[in-house]
């Protein structure tokens, strides 16, 4: 088994490339302004850390929105195991996170989401790779682009998902 702390990350106040990572992952020499990142964040892990350090070297400003508990347990008929607050707490925690919020409501709220991303002075939008060509991302993608919003797809961290994460937990108790 290969030692998980072998691997030296970049320093969090000058992210510029990511280990292990081909040379679409390396940042960009321009930045953007003000950029957006969300997601759950759910148990979080080293996925959620490298998605957000993708996020931080591609802008001056990051701005990460927190999927509120009733959003998730309406589009997954359950609540996360970590409480939102909490979770929004664990990523304001990451001292290169600038702003941090509770999710103002779901992106499949196209026009909705369209406007409080906006309202934010948003930029540019990075979203996980699994994410793309989802009905989702291909109704919302046009309509950030057409109020000159950037996107960007941040890539995926092989074998790390809460999900995995919720089975390995749950297996270890069976064991």
Request: aromatic residues 8%.
């Amino acid at each position: 088994m290969a030692d998980v702390h072998s691997a030296t990350w970049p320093d969090h106040a000058n992210l510029t490339e990511y280990p292990d990572m081909n040379d679409d992952c390396k940042a960009p020499s321009t930045k953007a302004g003000r950029a957006l990142a969300v997601g759950v964040f759910d148990l979080f892990h080293v996925g959620h850390l490298r998605y957000l350090q993708f996020a931080r070297a591609r802008c001056n400003v990051l701005v990460v929105a927190v999927t509120r508990d009733a959003t998730v347990l309406a589009k997954k008929g359950r609540t996360p195991a970590v409480h939102e607050a909490e979770r929004i707490e664990i990523v304001r925690g990451l001292g290169w996170v600038d702003e941090v919020l509770a999710q103002p409501e779901s992106l499949d709220a196209t026009d909705s989401a369209t406007s409080w991303i906006a309202a934010l002075g948003i930029e540019h939008v990075f979203i996980g790779e699994e994410w793309r060509d989802s009905p989702r991302w291909l109704r919302l993608a046009p309509r950030l682009a057409a109020i000159g919003i950037g996107l960007d797809w941040a890539p995926r961290t092989a074998q790390v998902s809460t999900t995995v994460l919720r089975e390995r937990i749950l297996k270890s108790f069976s064991e």
